[in-house]
């Protein structure tokens, strides 16, 4: 039985190790996708040009494009853009990282 649960635990711990999360703060209300975040710490999740971000029972998921960036980012940055009298997150710059996410509506 024991051996059972550690092999679980292994395939499921190598599944999840392609997966990057990230903490990210919106300081105000922001579109992503077709989903109304609102203010507050989210947790980003990028998997297989996908990213799916999610605080308490809200999540949205969408396509994203990872971009590379020659030099890490000192912070995490959200750039938004209005659209239809609303906030759409446009891109989002992972502190401590070269990543850059790039999304396209």
Known sequence: MKRILLTILAVASLALA??????????EPAMLGATELKAGEYQIQIDAGKVTIRTGKTEAEVPVKEESN????????????ARGGKQHIA???????????????
Do not use: M, P, Q
Request: aromatic residues 8%; charged residues 20%.
């Open 18 to 27: 392609g997966v990057k999360t990230y903490t990210v703060n919106l300081l």
């Open 70 to 81: 020659g030099a890490k980012y000192k912070e995490t940055t959200v750039r938004l853009t």
């Open 91 to 105: 891109e989002i710059c992972l502190g401590g990282t070269t990543t850059r996410l790039v999304f396209s509506e």
